[in-house]
């Protein structure tokens, strides 16, 4: 007899979920990568402005300089803002993969808790028809006699 968990349709069910979870997971942390390398580019921009800013002269440059400035600090309080809830939606995302990551390992014990049942069971059977070969040549050999 063949050992058949019969939860293991839920436990192949649940290590999708966490699969699918850890794609999440994985697509987030590009996105807050790829939001990390857009704010490293808006900073260096400011920065050359910053050094730019000697060698303006005129009053219309300076003015332009400093909305520009302007721009450049609103763009990069809006991508820290993005890399933010990034952040707080990967940590979400992560506790949901720990509950999931618990759930397949719960599965897992389960399984091997059954395993071990079926084993000592199969080796119960086992001993009974033993028994019962050992009786029977027992009580055939008295037969003889």
Request: no cysteine; net charge positive.
């Amino acid at each position: 007899m063949q050992f058949v968990y019969k939860f293991d349709t839920i436990k192949k069910i649940k290590e999708i979920f966490e699969k699918r979870v850890q794609k999440e997971v994985a697509s987030i942390q590009l996105e807050i990568d790829k939001a990390r390398d857009e704010y490293d580019g808006v900073l260096k921009k400011r920065m050359q402005e910053n050094k730019r800013h000697v060698k303006i002269i005129s009053a219309s440059d300076l003015k332009f300089h400093k909305h520009y400035l302007a721009s450049l600090n609103e763009e990069m309080n809006r991508i820290r803002k993005i890399i933010d809830e990034l952040i707080t939606k990967k940590e979400v995302k992560m506790q949901e993969l720990l509950q999931k990551s618990k759930e397949h390992k719960i599965f897992n014990t389960l399984e091997e808790i059954h395993l071990e049942e079926f084993k000592r069971d199969q080796d119960k059977i086992e001993m009974i028809n033993i028994d019962e070969i050992a009786m029977s040549r027992y009580n055939g050999s008295r037969a003889k006699n």
